[in-house]
């Protein structure tokens, strides 16, 4: 049995932040749910300070997505590596995640509801 992927329009406003600066500000942002794991949101690409972005090396594969690839956040004070991640060819399923990126929250990354 496949794992159960639901994709909806996260409700508000998003903010994505790091390094003291607002990376990303949304209100068309999508929440992406999948089995347990908590809810994951997805930033549309034209809402988020692709200057503060840097493409990275690494990448990733989900059965259920496709082919992640990566970006470091690059701030005044540090680089954050790995720190967001978005599927540029995502699987047909969860296509809606396209041209979208996700970010890690952390002590140094805070996506939140404002």
């Not at 200057?51 to 990566?70: Q, R, V």
């Not at 991640?85 to 996700?102: C, F, G, M, N």
């Amino acid at each position: 049995m496949g794992t159960l992927i639901s994709i909806r329009k996260a409700p508000g406003n998003w903010t994505v932040r790091a390094g003291g600066a607002v990376i990303g500000e949304s209100s068309n942002a999508l929440e992406l749910s999948e089995g347990d794991y908590a809810s994951v949101i997805y930033f549309p690409r034209a809402d988020i300070a692709m200057a503060f972005l840097d493409d990275s090396d690494h990448t990733s594969h989900c059965p259920h997505k496709g082919d992640a690839t990566y970006f470091s956040i690059v701030t005044k004070s540090q680089t954050i590596q790995n720190a967001g991640w978005s599927y540029e060819t995502p699987l047909q399923d969860v296509e809606r995640i396209k041209d979208h990126i996700a970010f890690y929250t952390n002590e140094l990354v805070a996506v939140e509801r404002v």
